[in-house]
């Protein structure tokens, strides 16, 4: 079997893939997050995907990588990084749609085979006061998150509607794609035994 390498430090990630119950281990990819000028969301998330593959290939080895970009009406959101900057997030995207690209790509041995994806979740927020707001980030800092909470937590809590093909992938890692094409590349989820 093909060792399997998840090149991400980001734990959201690695507890998704662990879902999958394959063997795996993780490497912090070194990769340059900055845009290109002029480069939408979709093609800067495809484009770092592939890059984090690339930056730890192995012999033998099957790379994942994956990126998320967020926007609102084009612009890029990060992660906030802080309690100030998170609620300024929040507060901007208040009655708001923002629209998540979440890239993700396999890359076999040194490139001899890559498959790459964007899979694209449309959050609509609901309107909150900043008090609510604000109880919010205190209970669920979410500092580390593009776009400043967690679907996963109480983030719910603050959107009207989630538009996606994969639930997953709005946490950071679009796992139904990632299965399908760890089975093209020879490793099934359901093929493994324990």
């Not at 480069?39 to 998320?68: F, W, Y």
Request: a negative charge; proline letters at 6%.
């Amino acid at each position: 079997m093909n060792r399997l390498i998840l090149a991400s430090s980001s734990r959201y990630r690695r507890d998704l893939l662990a879902r999958l119950g394959l063997p795996f281990e993780t490497i912090s990819p070194h990769v340059n997050e900055t845009p290109d000028p002029g480069e939408l969301p979709a093609a800067l998330a495809a484009r770092l995907a592939l890059a984090k593959a690339k930056s730890i290939h192995r012999d033998n080895a099957i790379a994942i990588g994956s990126d998320q970009v967020a926007s609102i009406d084009g612009q890029l959101l990060g992660k906030p990084g802080n309690y100030g900057a998170t609620l300024d997030q929040l507060e901007a995207c208040q009655g708001r749609e923002v629209i998540f690209h979440t890239a993700a790509c396999i890359s076999v041995g040194h490139g001899q085979y890559t498959k790459e994806h964007v899979d694209l979740t449309r959050v609509r927020f609901a309107p909150h006061s900043r008090v609510e707001l604000e109880r919010y980030v205190e209970k669920e800092p979410a500092y580390d998150c593009a776009g400043g909470f967690k679907a996963e937590g109480l983030g719910v809590v603050l959107f009207e509607a989630i538009e996606s093909h994969d639930p997953t992938a709005l946490i950071g890692l679009p796992l139904i794609w990632l299965a399908g094409a760890l089975r093209e590349a020879g490793l099934d989820p359901l093929g493994v035994s324990d």
